[in-house]
């Protein structure tokens, strides 16, 4: 576990005897957002009917995911209509957000004195195209302040588990250039035995907080969480792990 990872809170929800595990964020948890990281069992039952047993007469805001920088709100899509995008950012009161991921970084965001939220998938493309930048621009425009915005990131994959090779690399350092936070190639490899230049490790979650942090959130806003979906087969879908199609479901409500 890197140093800005931590331990999230462990909890479960009984839906017709059966227990669902899920992971809630303590700064979230502090500030009284209702949210949660939920584990693989979370594919197995209707959204309906979990989300139901987490808030009665709620909204539950769905999207078409696409790897996409696009942020809609949560009025825009329900589950009779899912727009293509890769945020959402709730407009009213009694919505849930929900995002569904299996290795991407399940990332929510809430204002403590507003109390508005929001929730976005994020890959290494997200990161390259800046959907982190975009979603804070719009807190930012509601009249959100620095200081009361804070940020969870769920559970995702890690860097020993996430390989690229070279030419994805060079790229991705291009993308998200920043002079002041880019490490040279060397210092970002870890050579491994039976590692070869298409099998460098990439850190998400790091990039994803230097990309929070650019933005001047500050650091003990931020939770990231030190759980793996590639290793966690218990626990977690994972693409990278077994190509599946299957995903688990993150939310936060507004």
Known sequence: MTSYQKDFQENKLLINDKYFK????????????????????????KLSLLSKHLNKNYSDCV???????????????YLNKRNEADGLVNDKHNQNLWIYTAD??????????KRCVAAIHCGRKGLEIKIIKNLINIFYKKGSSRE??????????SKKNYLIDNKNLQNFYKQIAHKEIIPSLKDERII???????????NLKKYAHIQLLNENIP????????????????????????????????????
């Open 148 to 157: 009361d915005l804070l940020v969870a990131i769920g559970p995702s994959i």
């Open 104 to 113: 991407c970084m399940p990332i929510l965001f809430a204002d403590k004195k």
């Open 192 to 202: 491994l035995k039976f590692k070869t230049e298409n099998q460098i490790p990439l």
């Open 22 to 45: 899920y992971y809630l964020s303590p700064i979230l948890v502090k500030n009284n957002f209702k949210h949660g990281f939920f584990t693989k069992t979370s594919s197995e039952i």
């Open 219 to 254: 650091n003990a806003n931020i939770d990231i969480s030190n759980l793996c979906t590639y290793e966690s087969n218990y626990d977690f879908y994972s693409w990278r792990r077994s190509k599946t199609l299957s995903r688990q479901w993150s939310f936060i409500s507004s």
């Open 63 to 77: 999207l078409n995911q696409i790897h996409s920088n696009k942020i809609v709100f949560g009025s825009e899509t």
